[in-house]
C-alpha cells in the first residue's frame, strides 16, 4: 500500500459550450424501483438532473410507473415488465438491453429489492453495459457471491455501498469495515478494478491505486433516499466525460456539500433525502466559484 497516492485536488469543471444541446451534456439511464419503492428511482432521477445531465432515462416496473412520473416531469420514463408484486422480471433485460444503446452512462440498483429473480436480471444486464456503470443498493447485493461479473469489465465499474453493503460483499462484519475503511476499500478496488465508493462519515473514494477521503456532509444525511440522489448524481457526472475516479471525487464532494447547505438552512434533523436535489444547484454555484478546488479547504461539519 506504500505506492497508494492520497488525492486531495478536486476536478476542475470545464465551461460548458453556449452553443450546447441536451446531447452534449450526457444521456443516463437508472434502473430502479419497484412495488413500495418508487421514490428511490425518483430521487435518483433527481440527483442525476441536478447533476447536469442533457437527458435522464428511468427504467422501472410498469407497476410504478405513473407514481414515478408524478413526482418530476423532467425525467423520461422507460416501463418494464414486472411481476405480479410490482418488481422487475428477468424478461424485461431484452427491453433493456434495446434501451443501453446510445447510453452514456447507466446506474442499477436503487429500490429493486432483493428477489432470486430480480437478483438474477441484474446479474444478467451488468456484463451487457457498455458504458460506465453505477451499482449501487440491490445492484450490490446481487454481486455477493458473484464478483467474478466484475471481471474484464467493457467499461468502467463503479461501486457505491454503504458499510453493510460492503462488508457483505467481502464476508466480513460491519465493525471490521468500519476500523478498516480505507485499507478494505482500497484492497478491494485493485483487487476487482473498480472505483469503489464506500460511504459514510469521510467517504472513501479509491480506484485501488488513488484515494480521497471526502470532507463534505453531516449527519442530516443519515436518512433513507440520499444513497439514491447520490447514484444519480455521479451517474450524471460520468455521462458528461469525467474519468470515474473523478466523477466519483466531484459527485461526492457535490452531494455532501448540497447536505452542508441545506442543515444550514433547515437543521441536521429536519432533513429528508429530497432536500439534496433541491440545494445542489447552490452547491455548483459555491463549487463553481473556485479556480483550483482543494478538499482541505473544507472542514468535515461538526453538526
Known amino acids: ?81 414486472n411481476d405480479i408484486y410490482g418488481r422487475l422480471r428477468v424478461r424485461a433485460r431484452r427491453k433493456l438491453y434495446r434501451k443501453l444503446e446510445g447510453m452514456d452512462a447507466v446506474a442499477i440498483g436503487p429500490g429493486l429489492r432483493q428477489s432470486l429473480r430480480t437478483q438474477r436480471l441484474i446479474r444478467k444486464v451488468i456484463p451487457r453495459v457498455q458504458v460506465p456503470l453505477v451499482i449501487d443498493a440491490d445492484g450490490l447485493n446481487a454481486l455477493v457471491d458473484h464478483l467474478d461479473l ?80 447520490l447514484t444519480g448524481l455521479l451517474t450524471a457526472i460520468l455521462g458528461q466525460g469525467f474519468s470515474p475516479f473523478e466523477a466519483a471525487q466531484l459527485a461526492t464532494f457535490l452531494h455532501g456539500l448540497a447536505g452542508d447547505i441545506a442543515a444550514e438552512e433547515l437543521s441536521p434533523p429536519g432533513m429528508i433525502a429530497s432536500d439534496l436535489p433541491r440545494f445542489l444547484p447552490q452547491a455548483w454555484k459555491e463549487y463553481l466559484k473556485t479556480d483550483h478546488p482543494d478538499s482541505r479547504n473544507q472542514q468535515p461539519s461538526e453538526v
Not at 17 to 30: A, L, N, Q, R, T
Not at 53 to 67: D, E
Open 150 to 229: 466484475l471481471a474484464g469489465a467493457p467499461a468502467p465499474r463503479l461501486l457505491t455501498p454503504h458499510p453493510g453493503e460492503f462488508a457483505r460483499l467481502i464476508g466480513q462484519d460491519i465493525g471490521t469495515v468500519q476500523a478498516n475503511r480505507k485499507q478494505l476499500a482500497t484492497e478491494f478496488a485493485r483487487t476487482h478494478d473498480v472505483v469503489l465508493v464506500l460511504k459514510g462519515q469521510g467517504t472513501v473514494v479509491t480506484d485501488g491505486h488513488r484515494v480521497y477521503i471526502n470532507t463534505t456532509g453531516n449527519s442530516g444525511m443519515a436518512t433513507g433516499g440520499t444513497g439514491d440522489v
Open 1 to 81: 500500500m506504500t505506492d497508494l497516492q492520497h488525492v486531495t485536488q478536486l476536478p476542475l469543471i470545464p465551461p460548458r459550450p453556449e452553443d450546447g444541446h441536451k446531447g452534449s451534456f450526457g444521456k443516463v439511464m437508472i434502473v430502479a424501483g419497484s412495488r413500495g419503492m418508487s421514490g428511490a428511482a425518483a430521487l435518483a432521477g433527481l440527483g442525476a438532473l441536478r447533476g447536469g445531465a442533457g437527458l435522464v432515462y428511468l427504467a422501472v416496473p410498469r407497476f410504478i410507473v405513473n407514481a414515478v412520473a408524478a413526482i418530476e416531469p423532467s425525467y423520461l420514463i422507460i416501463p418494464l415488465l
